[in-house]
């Protein structure tokens, strides 16, 4: 089957080289140069994806990224895999979706099936997909959606056997979806409209906002308190029903944890309906920076001035080049507004808003775990006896206690 998939970032490649190992004629439409040109020399920045796997695929003519969209012409099916972030409202960003459609209502002229992964409030495929199309092309298109569940740096789930949910504007949409899907996807879920397929999305990862926000107020009731959140965490952990561990952290990053309860907020807007539960998690994640870093401060008897901290990891999550969102960012401004010299070592970024990173320092007045990264080694903080405060939001032991 002849396949385009627009957007070939962390969504739209996996989805592309999975396809064409499996036997589909694969286009990665993107419209940015710079990584065309590094996937046709096998370079990517997505995990998982080794340039041998690339190159292996280019050469037998399974896999074409390309910036030429005459390239859609031929496709049977067009799998839409583009931004879809917040702008500086924190309000949804549709504009790569927008340009995405109608570019296939300009250059597709057959009734192929077209399906959204990009996350998106419900009834964006029936309210904003389809008039758009309507509007710009005279096709009969199979309009349908499938979430995008990729959770990067996971070596336990993947694209074949994270089920995938899956539903269609029509029967047939919905049928044929299901039909494609299932040549790579072990596990499909149809629901009963999209509607329904894209709140799912929405939901999941809203659910773990509002309970990482729990958590991080709940860290700080446990330091006017004096225990251990992270303690009680793991203690309560062992209860074998009916509870989630999660662990207190800097905020919420990544593309999907930050972003999709806002998009859920619009939708919920749009019928005069407000959600103060996700709009109290929003606001207490995207704080939690900030009162860490004051946390950070009264450690020093209230004075970061002058101070040498260094991050260790810089991304939203361990083993992933991904800054979105990371709360990392923020921690470091606000570090910076009291006065800390900051620097930061990430083996996986090569530059951040001007600046690069440096080897781990183990002269600094702090050292800030953040990320851990397993290309890191914390042993040089251990060895030279650095101060250090754990920051990661999990139980695992780098030699030094939970800051929570």
């Known amino acids: 089957m002849n396949l385009s998939v627009i957007g070939q970032g962390y969504v739209g490649l996996t989805v592309a080289i999975n396809a064409a190992e499996n036997g589909h004629i694969v286009k990665g439409l993107d419209l940015n140069n710079s990584l065309i040109d590094d996937l046709l020399i096998g370079r990517s920045f997505v995990p998982g994806m080794s340039s041998s796997r690339i190159l292996s695929l280019i050469n037998s003519g ?9 390239y859609l012409n031929d496709s049977e099916v067009v799998i839409i895999a583009v931004p879809t972030p917040l702008d500086s409202m924190r309000n949804p960003d549709l504009s790569f979706l927008k ?24 009834g964006t495929l029936r309210t904003f997909i389809k008039p758009i199309l309507d509007k710009a092309s005279n096709q009969d298109f199979l309009l349908a959606v499938a979430p995008e569940r990729v959770d990067p740096g996971n070596a336990e789930w993947n694209l074949n056997n994270t089920p995938r949910v899956i539903a269609g504007l029509s029967e047939e949409a919905t049928s044929q979806a299901v039909k494609f899907y299932s040549t790579f996807c072990s596990s499909i879920y149809t629901a009963p409209n999209p ?8 939901l999941e990862n809203t659910f773990r906002q509002v309970n990482i926000a729990l958590v991080n107020e709940f860290s700080q009731i446990a330091n006017l308190i004096g225990f251990s959140a992270s303690e009680a965490v793991k203690a309560a952990a062992t209860k074998p029903f009916g509870y989630m561990p999660f ?9 999907c944890i930050p972003i999709d309860p806002s998009y ?11 959600s103060k539960f996700i709009e109290l998690a929003n606001y207490i994640n995207l704080s939690s920076a900030k009162v860490v870093a004051k946390k950070i401060q009264d450690k020093f008897n209230g004075d970061l001035k002058g101070k040498k901290i260094q991050l260790a990891g810089i991304t939203y999550k361990p083993g992933v080049p991904d800054l979105r969102e990371s709360p990392a ?23 951040f808003n ?10 600094v007045d702090l050292g800030l775990l953040v990320t851990p990264h397993d290309q890191i080694d914390f042993l040089i903080w251990k060895n030279a006896g650095t101060k250090v405060f754990d920051l990661s939001p999990n139980a695992n032991f780098y030699g030094w206690p939970k800051f929570f």
Do not use: Q
């Not at 960012?329 to 530059?351: F, H, Q, R, Y």
């Open 354 to 363: 001007n600046s690069k990173g440096t080897p781990l320092d183990p002269n």
């Open 329 to 351: 960012l923020l921690l470091m401004d606000e570090l910076s507004k009291l006065g800390a010299n900051i620097t930061w070592c990430d083996p996986l970024v090569d530059e």
């Open 62 to 70: 399974k896999y074409l990224p390309t910036t030429d969209e005459k």
């Open 99 to 122: 340009d995405a459609i109608e570019l296939i209502a300009k250059n597709i002229h057959r009734n192929a099936l077209l399906v959204n992964e990009s996350t998106s409030y419900p």
């Open 195 to 202: 509607e329904v397929a894209e709140a799912s999305k929405l």
């Open 264 to 274: 859920l907020l619009y939708a919920a807007s749009k019928f005069g309906v407000s």
């Open 247 to 255: 662990f207190p952290s800097i905020g919420a990053g990544g593309h």
